[in-house]
């Protein structure tokens, strides 16, 4: 449940910390008061659009904060998606914090100190409060949204996600079938492909061989001045008269001479010289081996001028580099093989996505008939929770007709209602007020109450446009249903408000020329219940008096 909630510098409110309490609190004050401004910062903590210019006029930043404590049954859901972001929870107390900070410029989220993104942060959220706005209200209206509410409250969620997966897996299927379609080449190009592979195969190029045969090449066409320098090098190293290597010898004798006289420090001095004259010779052998390799026959010089035009021509026809050449053959490879797989292929295409349409199927049958007999246990407890909230004569009954299977499953579900007696049958989105669908919804809520592991639930006005009777009704319904929930709501009637177990009053004041909304808990909320019952009743009764 939301155990505490800070806000600063948010719209009207520049300041406010509320605590909580288990079961119905209840939110009452005159329209305009700033009640919206509350729900919308809850609404904040659990990833709801940001507006940039809900920052107080003056203020740098808004801060919305909340203290949430996570029931011992959702705490090993929670800690999952918690440590899977590396963000740490202490599963003992089950309290998680989650921030959020506003600037005209940005927003940044915070869980437990951790910053989140905003979807990760709605994901959460999602698991901590089920939001009821007249959006909610609304909704309800769609058969779509009826179906699922009818699977959320039959358990029946895994199974329509067994249909979505299947769904899913055929439409993958289908798109992987055309892109294997899109790929197979005609008669026309599976000839030319052909060709290009036969002759990339008679030339069978290897990766890089261009650029060590080019070298050769090089080497092949300076080869007298490479012989001649090669020469000369080699006697100015090692063979020549007055060579490099003759003078090292003579360095080495000279020091030799040295050494005898002072030993430790000429010692290194020879053992560098003698290896700078195995260097030499090594050099020397290098550059003699340099210009043995560079001596081709006419014959070898012209297999190697044939090579290289062969493959000149491969790169001029189909790749400009050799590696490039070997990626074109194997993807023209694969394109005659499936040219001439392809009706094997197809069959066998057809298959996978026959035996996936039959489970398809399977899943889909097994979902309806399961939400047939949900339907039927929800539909008896709805009227039930309805002739509790004030609707006597309330019928419900469901209507189920059959769509193509799909990951919803194939039924397409609607409720029939009518709410008062000798009415027919009709659907909700024909005959439903919003004071009736506020009803039906808070029902459903209630019914829904011991499948939900939810544990707060938010109403925001849940008993608008209802009265008398009904609200006196409703407020015994939302005090049933805060046994088992935590409900924080919104309500402009005392009916309602009286059966809440905490009370807070929001009020708007003028101050120094600025508008400021303040929340405050309430010891006893009779002053304000008296409040609001005059404003219901007291207005009335003067209208009446006034007409009369």
């Known amino acids: 449940m939301l155990s505490f909630i800070k806000i600063s510098n948010y ?19 005159e329209s305009g008061a700033g009640k919206s401004i509350l729900m919308s910062a ?14 107080r006029g003056g ?10 404590v996570v029931p011992e049954n959702l705490r090993p859901l929670v800690g999952e998606r918690l440590d899977s972001a590396d963000i740490p929870f202490e599963t003992g107390s089950g309290e998680l914090c989650i921030r959020r900070v506003l600037t005209p410029s940005a927003v940044r989220n915070y869980v437990n100190d951790s910053p989140v993104g905003a979807k990760f942060l709605a994901d ?60 197979i080449p005609d008669a026309a190009l599976a000839d030319r492909l052909a060709l290009m592979v036969e002759e990339i195969s008679r030339v069978d190029p290897a990766p890089g061989e261009d650029r060590e045969l080019e070298a050769r090449h090089r080497l092949a066409s ?9 020469s000369e090098l080699s006697s100015e190293l090692y063979e020549g008269e007055n060579a490099v290597a003759d003078r090292l010898g003579n360095v080495v004798r000279r020091l030799g001479e040295l050494e005898k006289i002072d030993e430790n420090s000429i010692s290194s001095l020879v053992s560098r010289c003698v290896e700078i004259q195995e260097f030499v010779s090594d050099l020397s ?80 049958g097994e979902l309806s008939k399961a939400r047939k007999k949900a339907a039927a246990k929800l539909v008896k407890e709805l009227v039930s929770r309805l002739e509790m909230i004030g609707f ?17 499953g194939s039924d397409r579900f609607e409720l029939l209602f009518s709410a008062n007696l000798g009415e027919e049958l009709r659907p909700l989105r024909k005959i439903a007020s919003s004071g009736e669908l506020s009803r039906i919804m808070l029902a459903f809520k209630i019914v829904l109450a011991d499948s939900d592991a939810i544990p707060t639930v938010v109403f925001d006005e849940i008993d608008m446009n209802i009265g008398g009777a009904a609200a006196e009704k409703v407020g015994e319904a939302l005090s049933l249903l805060a046994r088992s929930r935590q409900i924080l709501s919104i309500s402009h009637l005392a009916q309602v408000a009286s059966k809440a177990d905490r009370h807070f009053l929001v009020e708007k004041s003028v101050s120094n020329g600025r508008t400021f909304s ?31």
């Open 285 to 364: 052998r290098d550059i003699s081996d340099l210009a043995s390799r560079i001596e081709l026959d006419p014959a070898e010089f012209a297999a190697l001028e044939e090579r290289m035009a062969s493959l000149h021509t491969l790169k001029r026809r189909y790749a400009p580099s050799i590696e490039l050449l070997l990626e074109a053959r194997e993807k023209a490879e694969k394109q005659l093989d499936d040219f001439r797989r392809a009706s094997v292929k197809r069959k066998e295409f057809l298959a996978e996505k026959e035996n996936l349409k039959s489970q398809l199927s399977a899943a889909c």
């Open 392 to 408: 006597t004569h309330a019928r419900l009954e469901p209507e189920f007709s059959v769509v193509p299977d799909s990951a919803n």
């Open 42 to 55: 809850v609404d904040l903590l659990l990833g709801g659009r940001a507006d940039h210019g809900a920052v």
């Open 59 to 68: 203020c740098s930043r808004a801060e919305i904060s909340g203290i949430f």
């Open 11 to 29: 719209v009207l409110i520049e300041s406010a910390e509320l605590e909580f309490a288990p079961g119905f609190n209840v939110f009452t004050g």
């Open 124 to 183: 959460l959220g999602a698991l901590l409060i089920d939001r009821h706005g007249a959006g909610e209200q609304l909704s309800l209206l769609h058969p779509a949204r009826q179906l699922e509410l009818l699977d959320r409250y039959g358990s029946l969620v895994s199974l329509r996600a067994k249909c979505a997966a299947l769904s899913s897996a055929i439409g993958e299927l289908d798109r992987k079938i055309a892109e294997f379609e899109a790929g």
């Open 222 to 230: 300076n080869a007298q001045l490479v012989l001649a320098t090669a």
């Open 518 to 548: 303040t929340i405050r808990p309430l010891t006893d909320p009779t002053p304000e219940l008296a409040r609001m019952s005059y404003f219901l009743f007291g207005r009335k009764e003067s209208k009446t008096k006034k007409s009369g």
